[in-house]
């Protein structure tokens, strides 16, 4: 294989990563406009996501073992196209029982089809001593994608009123850009790249071996943790526009800003990872997670303070964004074997990501309970206690099959 065409798979892999998710996610930009033009609730919001949510957690398991049996270029296409096909119907804004079953149909097209198959491709691309700068490079250039796309979608938004119309224009442009990546992705996307990846396909009894290894539920444990600051991180847009008074657009740039973080962040932390271990890397960053988290929560809710959010958004989302390109690189760390990657890949994200389901309904019955800047402070402080416990397994991890 061409140098070319080995960093185009990545640069399509990372793209069509990033962007793909920009649909079930679309209200960390336009929260407030999206629950206008449905007329819902926050915690009517929250079930959206969780809906998608509990549909990815059941189907976890089975994509990562479908990762390991089918190509990923058929894995990836057709979810990409799906998905895409998928927003052209949300775009029509219809009654609140079908945009929840949007939503549990993204579940299956993203997490069943593309999630296994992008984890795989990407172990495949690099060998096992650059598993951190693999990593660490898709979380960076998913992040340049999601960015790039947000930035040119916010324009249009503010250039068409940022009214329902301008953003059913959003959604409808997302979702034929995401159909484009689908295309391409057949032409680019390759099978198997690594020579020991040729192994015999996954059996009844690897899958319990993988279900039977302590490192898999530990990394379970820090993804789980990461991406529930993930999730803490996102509700920075509405603490904005709700709290702060921003207005919708000004939200949205805090938003795309920080999202801009992401590749510098995840790419810097992959090499840092490489050069002085994974495991401890991650310790690190969730350090730096609590103490930013405590500082959102404990800020006073003022215009005055409005710089002190800013540096809260930006150190917050550089450490999540860190966290997120390098903590599946602990699968090499922890020596799980290639084989299994999809399978492995499969049981911790189905572990990892459950905070798909509970965070955002957390979020929105917590706000409506407590308005203002209260329910915001307790949602900012539970994270910061997850992020703690995300420390301690990271640490375990550490000591346990690094440190020995």
Known sequence: MSRLRHWLILIVLSLSGGIIFLLPFLFEVYYR???????VSNTEMGVL???????????YFPGGWLADRV???????????ATGLGGFWFATFPAYEIVVAIHIFWGITITLLFWGAMIRVTRNWAPADQQGKAFGLLESFRGVGEAGTHSVLLVVFAWLGSSVMALTTVINLLSL??????????????????????????????????????????????????????????????????VFMTSVAVAGAISIGRQWLKPAAAAAAGFVADRFGIAISVMWLFVVLVAGFVALALLPPNPEQF??????????GMAVFGLRGIYFALLEEGSVPLAVTGTAGGIISAVGFTPDIF????????????????????????TAVI???GFCAAAAIYFRYVKR
């Open 49 to 59: 996501f969780s809906a998608f949510g509990i549909t990815s957690l059941i189907v």
């Open 33 to 39: 406009s999206v629950a206008d033009a449905l007329g």
């Open 307 to 316: 710089m002190l959010l800013l540096i809260g958004v930006a150190v917050t």
């Open 177 to 242: 850009i995401i159909i484009g990546l689908g295309i391409l992705s057949w032409f680019v996307i390759e099978d198997l790249n690594r020579a020991d990846d040729e192994v015999p396909r996954v059996t009844l009894k690897m899958i319990l071996d993988v279900l039977r290894m302590p490192v898999v539920w530990l990394i379970s444990i820090v993804v789980f943790c990461a991406y529930s600051a993930y999730w803490g991180s996102f509700t920075t847009t509405p603490y904005a526009s709700d």
């Open 387 to 389: 992020c703690g416990i």
């Open 71 to 81: 190509s990923p270029r058929k894995l990836m296409t057709s979810s990409l196209v």
């Open 359 to 382: 965070m955002p309904l957390f979020f929105g019955v917590i706000t409506d309970a407590y308005p203002g800047a209260e329910g915001f402070r307790y949602f900012f402080l539970t």
